[in-house]
């Protein structure tokens, strides 16, 4: 079974610190996913990879970096995190090619920025 | 770009009863793929159904089933003889048929309550 695993399920902040979440999946899948997802706007593609060192921005890159230095594991940064980034975050990761190739999703992480 | 439109945010479907979710797109593209997740309550999305565009018969996956209608832009789930477990949100995502990485685009979701 394919497992996408996320640091942490909750995590609570403060306005201005900067904000690491990491994801690890374990089936050599070259392509990872970070989204936010909140009531009433369904999920947002925040940045993505599909490969080691390669990332691309998605709808809502601004706020946030990403760092994958290994293939299995994929971080989002929130530089400076904002009460408007109190959120649900998946990670997600699939298969790269042609094929309409399963996204494979954690746990999630919510997080909540005071 | 592309959009995904569910258009019912909560439903509700007594056991064992059939429930259908409605999902409309807008693309120019020709070939893609259209996919259902299903995201239960505190417990991680999983994927329900997938379509490809190009193929004219409806993908079914035991008791879910969609209606794929291209020409309407329009790709209905169909939940039949539901069960207490269904009880999730579920979302409609979009997949253009591309070389790199497969990006998606959800819909809003729907919340699916199923009653006893």
């Known amino acids: 079974d394919v497992k996408v695993t996320q640091s942490s399920r909750y995590l609570v902040k403060r306005t201005g610190e900067k904000v690491f979440l990491e994801c690890v999946q374990d089936?050599?899948?070259?392509?990872m996913f970070w989204y936010r997802q909140d009531p009433g706007l369904g999920l947002r593609l925040i940045y993505f990879?599909?490969?080691?060192?390669m990332k691309e921005k998605g709808d809502i890159p601004e706020g946030y970096s990403v760092s994958r230095e290994k293939k299995e594991r994929f971080s989002l940064i929130l530089e400076s995190a904002s009460t408007n980034q109190t959120s649900m975050y998946l990670c997600?990761?699939?298969?790269w090619g042609r094929g309409p190739y399963e996204q494979y999703f954690g746990p999630g992480t919510r997080l909540t920025v005071t | 770009a592309q959009t995904v439109t569910q258009s019912q945010p909560e439903m509700s479907v007594q056991e064992a009863e059939t429930v259908t979710l409605s999902c409309t797109y807008d693309?120019?593209?020709?070939?893609?793929?259209l996919f259902w997740y299903k995201q239960p309550p505190s417990r991680q999305m999983i994927l329900v159904i997938r379509?490809?565009?190009?193929?004219?018969q409806n993908a079914t996956e035991n008791r879910f089933s969609v209606n794929f209608q291209k020409a309407a832009k329009s790709f209905s789930l169909k939940i039949s003889d539901s069960q207490l477990g269904d009880t999730a949100m579920y979302f409609c995502?979009?997949?253009?048929?591309?070389?790199?990485?497969?990006?998606?685009?959800f819909g809003t979701g729907t919340r699916l309550q199923v009653t006893l």
């Open positions: 997600a990761s699939s298969l």
């Open positions: 089936m050599d899948h070259e392509n």
């Open positions: 990879s599909y490969d080691v060192k």
């Open positions: 693309t120019s593209e020709n070939n893609y793929y």
């Open positions: 379509q490809e565009a190009y193929k004219q």
């Open positions: 995502a979009f997949m253009k048929h591309s070389g790199t990485a497969s990006k998606l685009t």
